[in-house]
Structures are given as structure tokens and as C-alpha cells.
């Protein structure tokens, strides 16, 4: 994202008039979500390419109390060289260098996940702002994102305070998100919505228009953490707004589903989202992410039945 082209979003001023005007009729939203998976369907060499390019789109993720160094490490290596060589060979992309979007993990191991992808151009992203409830004390929230920069973190994903949302208070939900803005710096900021728990789809779609206006470079759903995280109907209304907002301003935000998405099918159900609802320019790693930390497995195994003709058990696809 730090080598994008496009202007960053700077926000603007909340007009508070704007976000209440926000409404998203939930029938219509969901029967349109569900007509995605039947849309279209890829098949054979198409598909492999849908799933290389899956995995650019990826933010490799671990985000458990119990990482440790040398599983940070072994999750960068797989950062680096995400598909077997015998893969890679046979499916001809040795030039194409893939490797995954980004890294993501908790502020304790940023240096750590730095010092493994040096030279690799894979940047960190660290999770952050108390994540993933968001309840420290405020000062502590600003802190953390000024240690993950420091530490070398070049994406910042941060948590809402959800009692604004669900409260109705735009001003607090704003004056967070532009703060933790200001914090980030030249990092950029992913705002966390935890939409599983804000309750309505219009609190969604008002929360995403709030997180852009105060200057968030991508909107993500979920932290993986909740009852409910990332799904098709979310992210409709979610690309929805920043459809909506590119229109109102000029500026491109990015898109981050997170959170249960384990299989190439589903990631290939994203992708198709944002084909039909924002088109090709929002498949880029500047303008897309998936946050997930079993996706790689699934891919990888697709990838090798279609190289082989066979499904590999899954522990022939280990993640760190
Ligand atoms: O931001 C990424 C999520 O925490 C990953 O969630 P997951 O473990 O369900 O893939």
C-alpha cells in the first residue's frame, strides 16, 4: 500500500446531516448478497488465476494469545513464498514473484515480523487500539499506534469504539477515527468496524461513511474475534459506501473483509463483489484485502488439485 499511487483519503468535515440520511433496507441488501455466489462461476485456469491473485490480496494473519517469535517468523517465510515451488512451477508463475499483501499481527511482534520480510517489500500491519473490543483508556489507544509506527509497522488496523455506534454519537465515532488517523502518520489506518456488533446494517453503512470522513484508508469489517464477522451482505453495504463516498469526494478507500473466511470459494465470493460493485481498480493490494489466517490452506490445496487432479491432505499445506 506504501508504494500506491493513489492520493490518500484526507477525510473531511463530519456533516452530521449526510450520516443520518444513511439508510441500507435489509431485505434488499441480503437478496442481493445472495445472488453473488450463483453470478458467476470460474472454472479451471481461470480459477487458478483468481486464486494467485487471491493470495497478493491476502493479509496473512495470526492474531492468537499464543504466538510466539518462531511462529511469527514461520508465518513471514510463508509471507515470502506462499505456494510449494513444485506448485509454482507447474502452474508457470515463477517470474510473477507472488507473494501475499501484507502481514498482519499484534504490536508485540511487529519487530519481529520487520526484521523477517526485510527486502521482501512485504510491509506489517499491526492490530491496535486495544484491539480487538477497543476499551482501553484513550491516551493508551493513541500510544499504541505511535509504538506499532515506531516499531516499524507501516498499516495500522484499529478498532471502533462500538458504544458510539450503537449510541448514535457520529461526533465521537469521528473525532476517534481522525485521531488515531493523526497518530498513524505516513502509516496507513484500516478502521475496524466490528460489524457483527453494531446491530443494523444502517449503522454499518453510517460507521463506514464516519470512518472514511475522518480519514481511514480502508474500511474492514471484523476483528475475527466476534459472533458474527466478515460477510457478503456487510461488505455490499460496505463497498456500497465507499462507492458513494468516491462519488461525493474524488477519493478511492479500500476495502478489508476479515474474519471467517477460510475458503477459496468464499474468497472467490469476494472477489466477485468487488468486480460487479466497484470494479477491477478495487483489486488491487492498494484497494483490497483479505484479513484471514487459514485461507492460504485452502487456496494452496485448490491450487494443487488443479495442478494434480488431486486433493493434499491439509497437513501437507501446514500454516505456521
Ligand atoms: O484480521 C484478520 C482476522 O483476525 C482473521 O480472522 P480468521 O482467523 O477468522 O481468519
Redesign the pocket.
Known amino acids: 500500500m506504501s508504494a500506491s499511487e493513489l492520493p490518500r483519503n484526507p477525510g473531511g468535515p463530519l456533516d452530521l446531516d449526510v450520516v443520518r440520511a444513511i439508510r441500507v433496507n435489509k431485505s434488499a441488501a441480503e437478496r442481493r448478497s445472495a445472488t453473488i455466489p450463483t453470478r458467476r462461476t470460474v472454472k479451471k485456469q481461470w480459477q487458478a488465476a483468481w486464486l494467485l491473485k487471491a493470495i497478493t490480496l491476502m493479509?496473512l494473519?495470526t492474531?492468537s494469545g499464543d504466538d510466539t517469535a518462531s511462529n511469527v517468523r514461520r508465518l513471514c517465510a510463508k509471507a515470502r513464498r506462499p505456494l510449494r515451488d513444485d506448485l509454482i512451477d507447474a502452474l508457470g508463475v515463477a517470474e510473477l514473484n507472488i507473494t501475499v499483501g501484507a502481514v498482519?499481527v499484534y504490536h508485540q511482534w511487529v519487530a519481529t515480523a520487520v526484521e523477517a520480510l526485510e527486502g521482501s517489500g512485504i510491509p506489517v500491519a499491526a492490530v491496535s487500539t486495544g484491539f480487538p473490543a477497543g476499551l482501553s483508556p484513550f491516551k493508551q489507544r493513541v500510544e499504541e499506534i505511535h509504538e506499532s509506527v515506531k516499531a516499524g509497522a507501516k498499516e495500522i488496523?484499529i478498532v471502533i469504539t462500538r458504544r458510539h455506534v450503537l449510541t448514535g454519537d457520529w461526533q465521537a465515532l469521528y473525532d476517534e477515527v481522525k485521531a488515531f488517523r493523526e497518530a498513524c502518520g505516513e502509516a496507513h489506518l484500516k478502521a475496524i468496524l466490528a460489524t457483527g456488533e453494531l446491530a443494523t446494517l444502517t449503522n454499518v453503512a453510517r460507521a463506514s461513511w464516519v470512518a472514511m470522513q475522518a480519514g481511514a484508508d480502508f474500511i474492514k469489517t471484523s476483528?475475527?474475534k466476534e459472533g458474527t464477522?466478515a460477510t457478503l451482505p456487510f461488505s455490499l453495504v460496505m463497498t456500497r459506501q465507499i462507492r458513494e463516498y468516491e462519488r461525493a469526494t474524488g477519493y478511492k478507500v479500500g476495502y478489508k473483509p476479515?474474519?471467517?473466511?477460510?475458503t477459496a470459494k468464499q474468497a472467490l465470493e469476494y472477489l466477485m463483489l468487488m468486480k460487479e460493485e466497484l470494479g477491477d481498480r478495487w483489486l488491487q493490494p492498494d484497494l483490497f484485502r483479505f484479513?484471514?489466517?487459514?485461507?492460504l490452506t485452502d487456496i494452496e490445496r485448490q491450487l494443487e488439485h488443479h495442478v494434480t487432479g488431486r486433493y493434499a491432505a491439509a497437513h501437507r499445506h501446514p500454516m505456521p
Open positions: 493479509d494473519t492474531l498482519c488496523d476483528t475475527g464477522n476479515a474474519g471467517g473466511i477460510r484479513g484471514a489466517s487459514s485461507l
